[in-house]
């Protein structure tokens, strides 16, 4: 994108609550430089990337902490080969603790003016470079993890992230148009994509940054936001995407499991951990349950049956991937229009 504009840093507000509350309001996302020690971001990094290389995703013998890519691993949310690589990831105990570091409660606490919890489902991502056309697409969180306008999304770079290795960029005051907006069908993850430029209340302008370890970007569940395309010839991009609720607030059933990728439930992952404290740790708090709303996944399954029928690549791709990922649970349709095409599973 070449018309990017830097984000407004906003670390002179960082103690001044209702500052960081006018800003919130008024722009819809929040950005620190250093929020949190860059040492413990290269401490989780160092583990992280330890166990991407022990799964084969780096190549061999190089330093883990460079994220050196092997060009030949290539794979993204969706794919059963993401799936085995990302839960061995996320059974990492501190990788879901950093959530939970104070550097980022506090900072929410003190911008939504309530007490906060993070969502038990944590998120990490793993991008590999050169394969653009499944980076993240423009969307508001809300359509996949619901719950409440109030959630605020916290995305950090697990280690330096220039422009090019694929950072997150947002449209300041999209969350103005205070409503979930049409999301279509995208081969990128998440799989929905929203056309900002079919709504005239929205004025384009996208703002990013070179991240730098420790950095923390925040916004709510409205605001309109995507990853860049990680052009780097070799490089992993590795970051954290949490969110954080008002307590006692409504959250989505789903958000209270593991990130699906990982296929993993709890009792998969807490035998990994050496401590309990946060084990369940949402039981202990009263927050409304509600179940998951499938409609946005559901109109974006109506719609890519109709693209790759009229052609569309990366519909008959997204088909293809889903017939082959799980042959025992593919819709009828969906291997009927394969079939039309031609196309074998
Ligand atoms: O990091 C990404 O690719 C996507 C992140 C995102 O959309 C989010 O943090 O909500
Ligand atoms: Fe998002």
Redesign the pocket.
Known sequence: MSDLKELRISNDAMYHPEELQRRLADEGYLFFKRLVNPDKLWELRREMMSMIQEVGWLVAGTDPMDGIADLDMRYTEGDNEYSAGYAEVYKIENFHRSAHWLEYLDIVERMVGQAIMPHPQKIA?I?FPKYTEHT?PK?Q?FVHFQGSYDNI?C?APIGDCPIELGG?AVIPESHKVNRVLDHHFSLG?GGLIVHEDEHEDINPVWHSANYEAGDALFFPALTI?Q?LPNYTEDKLRL?L?NRYMLVGDTVAEHMLNPHEPSRLAWDDIYPHWQHEDLKYYWKDYDNRIVERDLSFGDKARVEVLELARAGNEHAIYALQRGARNSPETVEPEVLEVLDELGIKV
């Open positions: 991502r991008w993240t969307h969180d999304t995305w997150l993850a936001h990853a970051s995407d």
